[in-house]
């Protein structure tokens, strides 16, 4: 049409997807991640999960990432929080 946008409108809420769809969304994403992994260890990769260390050097290093974008996008605040608070 024209004059539109692919940005909301003011006014306008962003939908999110329906549970059902989020929660397929991680399987399809758990089932990709198995079969890449399986690709790089039929090629001879060692997979393994990082370190107690290196995941906290990694996080250290993302917080003020995620807080800068929380103050630009102050609605993506509580969805951040929550993922945080989940992680530990």
């Known amino acids: 049409m024209p ?4 940005r909301s409108r003011p006014g306008r ?3 999110k997807p329906p549970p ?6 991680w399987l399809n994403s758990r089932a990709e991640d ?7 260890k039929e090629n001879g990769v060692e997979v393994s999960a990082p370190s107690p ?5 990694l ?3 993302a917080l ?3 807080d800068a974008y929380k103050t630009r ?3 993506a605040a509580p969805i951040i929080d929550a993922y945080l608070t989940l992680r530990n």
């Open 3 to 6: 004059g539109t946008s692919c």
């Open 13 to 15: 809420r962003s939908r």
């Open 20 to 25: 059902a769809l989020e929660g397929q969304f």
């Open 34 to 40: 198995a079969k890449k992994i399986a690709t790089l």
């Open 53 to 57: 260390e290196l995941s906290a050097a």
């Open 59 to 61: 996080l250290e290093k």
């Open 64 to 66: 003020p990432l995620w």
């Open 73 to 75: 996008v102050p609605e």
